[in-house]
Nanobody, 114 residues
Framework: QVQLVESGGGQVQPGGSLRLACASS????????MGWYRQAAGKQRELVAG???????NYADSVKGRFTITRDNAKRTVYLQMNSLQPEDTAIYYC????????WGQGTQVTVSS
């Protein structure tokens, strides 16, 4: 059973940074597009950043210029560098395969507050 484990969340002040990591138990992720999603309290889960198997990236308008998604296929890990965090970025962050998503993991909580 393939699993995805998210880590790196925490509480930061507005303007701060965090780096999230998503580790996969799948033997290889190199042929998969991956995505970072978030779900704020009372809202639907949304895609914030995606990266294709060949490294092309796309971002939600709300995070463009502040978030960067990268992948390390050798480590079977996808990262989300988040800079200039704002209170509206507060959410649980999840990762998943784009075209063949699996059961969601527990996610990692990101809280931005002063």
């Amino acid at each position: 059973q393939v699993q995805l484990v998210e880590s790196g969340g925490g509480q930061v002040q507005p303007g701060g940074s965090l780096r999230l990591a998503c580790a996969s138990s799948r033997n290889s992720i190199s042929s998969y597009g991956m995505g970072w999603y978030r779900q704020a309290a009372g809202k639907q889960r949304e895609l914030v950043a995606g990266i294709s198997w060949d490294g092309k990236t796309n971002y939600a308008d709300s995070v463009k210029g502040r978030f960067t998604i990268t992948r390390d296929n050798a480590k079977r890990t996808v990262y989300l560098q988040m800079n200039s965090l704002q209170p509206e970025d507060t959410a649980i962050y999840y990762c998943n395969f784009r075209s063949a998503p699996i059961a969601w993991g527990q996610g990692t909580q990101v809280t931005v507050s002063s």
